[in-house]
C-alpha cells in the first residue's frame, strides 16, 4: 500500500509539472524578473561615473536600451520557427552576456570599453526581455487563447511590478548601497529563472474553458496584494532606515507571494485529477456527438490543405492587400499593410511614446520643479506600482466589458489614452505637488496600453504569427520615445537651458551637462505631447468605429469549434477503443 501511494504521488507530481497550469506558473515567475530594463535610473549613475560619461552620453545608452527592449523581431521570426523552448535560452544567453559585460565593465575588471560596444552590450541584455515575453507570454496566450485579456493583463503586470520585485530581492541578496551588485543580479537572476523553467513552457492541445477565468481572478488576488505589499514596503523604507534582516526578511516575504500560486497550480490539479477519476469530463454534455457526424469534415481536412498550400504559394504576395476576415490567421505581411495594423501602431506610437518620454524624464521634470532628490525614487516606485495596476486593470476590465456588454477593446485604448492626457497637462502646468498624482496616472495609463494592444493583435490578426506581429506592435513604443523624447522634449530642454545661461550671461562649457530649473522646461515639451496623444486618441476611436461589428460577434467561436473538433475525435477514440475490447 506504501508503494502504490508512493507511486501515485509521483504520478500525481509528474502531472503538475508537465501540466498547463504550472506552465503558466511559471510564465508567472519569469514575467516577474523580466523588467530589468525599468530598472535603468537605480544604476545609471553608477555606470555615468565609473565610465565618466556625460549626460548625453548616458542618454544615447539609455536610447539603446529601449531599442533592444522594444524592438522584438527577431524573436518573433525565431519563435515562429522553433519550440519555445529555443527562444527562452537564447534569450538566457542574450541577459547573462549583456548586463554580465556591462557590469564587468562598471567594476573595472576589464579596461573601459568603447561607447559603441556599451550601446551593443546593453542593447543585446535589454533585448534578451523579449525573447523572454515571446517564449513565455506568446504560448500563454496560445494555450489559454479565450482569456487573453486577463492573462495579458495579467502577465504584464507581473512585467510592471518586476521592476519593485528586482528591488527588495536586491536588498534580501546585497543590502543597500551597491549598485554594481544590482547589475550583477540583473545579469543572473532572470537568466536563472528563465534556465529553471525551460522544459515547462510549451504549447499544449487545450483550449478555453469557463471555469478558467476563477482561476485568473484568484491569481490577480495574489497579485494585488503582492502589489499592496510592495507598495507599502517601498514607502516605508523611504522614510526609515533597514538593516540586513530587515531587507531578509522582506526578501522572504516577497518570495512567498512569487510562489503563492503554486497553491492554486495544485488544487487545479487536484480537480481534474477527481473529474478523471469520477470519470467526468471538463466538457459540458452537448459537446458529446454522434460519431458518424464527423468523417466528412476529416475528409474535408485532408484534402483542403494541399490546395491551400499550394494555392498560397501561387499567390503569397498577391493576397497581400487581400487580407481575411478580422479574428482569421492573417499573413504577415497581410498585417503589416493592412489598415488596422497602421492605425494601431499610430496610436501606440503617439501615445505609449508620450508616456515613456515622461517616465523617462520623471528625474529631470522633478529636478526643474524643485521636488527634493529622495522624491524621485518616490515617483519611480509610484510609476512601477500604478504600471502593474494598468496592465492587470485593462486586462481583466476589456475582458468584462467585452463578455458582458461588447464593448470593442480599442475603445478602451481610447479611454486610457484620454486619462494619460491629464498626468501630461498637470506636467506642462507646473502645478505644486501635482508631479506625484501624474505619475500615479502615466504609471497607470502607460501600463493600461499594453494588454489592451497585444489583446486587440491577437483577435484581429489571428494567432498564427502572433509571436511576430506581437513584436512589431510593440515596436512602436521606440518610434514614439525617439521622437517625443529625443527630438522634443531634449531638444526643447536643452533651448531653455540655454536661453536661462545667456540671460545670467554666462556660456555653456565643454563637457559639462546643461540644468533648466522652472516650469518652462518642460511646459511646450509636453503640451505638443499631449496633442500627440490626442491623434492617438483619434486614431485608436477610428479603430473602435472600424471594428465595431467584428467585436459585437463572437471573435471566440473558432477556438470553441477545435474544442468541439478535438472533443469529437477522443469520443471516437474511445469508442474504438471499447469496439476493439
Known amino acids: 500500500m506504501g508503494v502504490a501511494e508512493l507511486r501515485g504521488m509521483k504520478s500525481f507530481g509528474y502531472n503538475v509539472i508537465t501540466g498547463r497550469w504550472f506552465m503558466l506558473f511559471a510564465s508567472l515567475l519569469i514575467m516577474s524578473v523580466a523588467g530589468a530594463t525599468y530598472m535603468f535610473g537605480a544604476y545609471s549613475n553608477e555606470v555615468k561615473t565609473s565610465l565618466g560619461y556625460d549626460q548625453s552620453t548616458l542618454n544615447l545608452l539609455s536610447f539603446f536600451k529601449d531599442l533592444g527592449a522594444n524592438v522584438g523581431v527577431v524573436s518573433g521570426l525565431v519563435n515562429e520557427i522553433t519550440p519555445p523552448w529555443v527562444v527562452l535560452s537564447i534569450g538566457v544567453l542574450m541577459n ?15 579596461a573601459k570599453p568603447q561607447l559603441w560596444k556599451m550601446c551593443l552590450y546593453i542593447c543585446i541584455g535589454a533585448n534578451s526581455q523579449t525573447f523572454a515575453n515571446t517564449g513565455a507570454l506568446v504560448t500563454c496566450v496560445k494555450n ?44 543572473w537572476l532572470p537568466a536563472a529563472v528563465s534556465f529553471l523553467f525551460l522544459p515547462t513552457i510549451r504549447i499544449f492541445n487545450t483550449v478555453h474553458q469557463p471555469k ?17 505589499f510592495l507598495m507599502v514596503l517601498i514607502l516605508v523604507q523611504n522614510k526609515l532606515s533597514f538593516s540586513r534582516i530587515e531587507y531578509t526578511v522582506d526578501g522572504l516575504v516577497v518570495l512567498s507571494f512569487l510562489l503563492l500560486p503554486l497553491a492554486v497550480v ?16 471538463d466538457s459540458a454534455p452537448e459537446l458529446k456527438v454522434v460519431t458518424e457526424v464527423i468523417p466528412p469534415p476529416n475528409v474535408e481536412q485532408e484534402v483542403l490543405p494541399t490546395t491551400t498550400s499550394s494555392h498560397e504559394k501561387s499567390s503569397c504576395f498577391r493576397n497581400i492587400l487581400n487580407p ?16 488596422d495594423m497602421l492605425t494601431l501602431f499610430v496610436a501606440t506610437t503617439f501615445g505609449a511614446g508620450g508616456t515613456l518620454t515622461a517616465i523617462d524624464n520623471l528625474g529631470q521634470i522633478g529636478n526643474s520643479l524643485g521636488y527634493p532628490s529622495k522624491s524621485t525614487t518616490t515617483f519611480v516606485s509610484l510609476v512601477s506600482i500604478w504600471n502593474y495596476l494598468g496592465r492587470v486593470a485593462a486586462g481583466y476590465a476589456s475582458e468584462v466589458l467585452l463578455a458582458k456588454y461588447k ?16 498626468g501630461h497637462i498637470l506636467i506642462a502646468l507646473g502645478v505644486p505637488n501635482s508631479l506625484y498624482l501624474s505619475s500615479v496616472i502615466i504609471g497607470f495609463c502607460f501600463g493600461a496600453q499594453w494588454p489592451l494592444m497585444f489583446a486587440i493583435i491577437s483577435e484581429i490578426f489571428g494567432l498564427k504569427y502572433y509571436s511576430t506581429l506581437y513584436n512589431l506592435g510593440g515596436a512602436a513604443s521606440p518610434v514614439g520615445s525617439y521622437i517625443l523624447n529625443v527630438k522634443v522634449a531634449g531638444v526643447l530642454y536643452d533651448k531653455e537651458a540655454l536661453k536661462q545661461l545667456k540671460a545670467k550671461g554666462l556660456r555653456r562649457e565643454a563637457g559639462k551637462d546643461l540644468t533648466c530649473v522652472g516650469v518652462q522646461c518642460y511646459r511646450m515639451a ?52 471499447k469496439c476493439s475490447g
Open 96 to 110: 547573462f552576456f549583456g548586463y554580465f559585460m556591462i557590469w564587468l565593465a562598471v567594476s573595472g575588471r576589464i
Open 144 to 187: 489559454f487563447p479565450g482569456s487573453r485579456g486577463s492573462l495579458l493583463g495579467l502577465l504584464k503586470g507581473y512585467v510592471g511590478l518586476s521592476g519593485a520585485i528586482i528591488t527588495q530581492l536586491y536588498h534580501a541578496f546585497y543590502g543597500d548601497h551597491n549598485p554594481q551588485a544590482l547589475i550583477l543580479l540583473i545579469a
Open 212 to 228: 478558467n477565468n476563477r482561476v485568473f481572478y484568484h491569481l490577480l488576488y495574489i497579485s494585488l496584494c503582492l502589489a499592496g
Open 266 to 281: 495544485f488544487r487545479e490539479e487536484v480537480n481534474h485529477l477527481k473529474a478523471k477519476t469520477e470519470g467526468l469530463t
Open 324 to 339: 481575411p476576415k478580422r479574428g482569421e490567421d492573417y499573413t504577415i505581411l497581410q498585417a503589416l499593410f493592412s489598415v
Open 407 to 422: 464593448v470593442p477593446r480599442p475603445y478602451m485604448v481610447t479611454l486610457v489614452l484620454l486619462l494619460s492626457c491629464v
Open 526 to 577: 509636453f503640451i505638443i505631447i499631449t496633442a500627440s496623444t490626442l491623434v492617438a486618441c483619434l486614431a485608436s476611436f477610428i479603430l473602435a468605429l472600424r471594428t465595431r461589428k467584428f467585436y459585437k460577434g463572437d471573435i471566440y467561436r473558432k477556438f470553441r469549434r477545435e474544442h468541439e473538433t478535438t472533443e469529437n475525435e477522443t469520443e471516437i477514440t474511445k469508442e474504438g477503443v
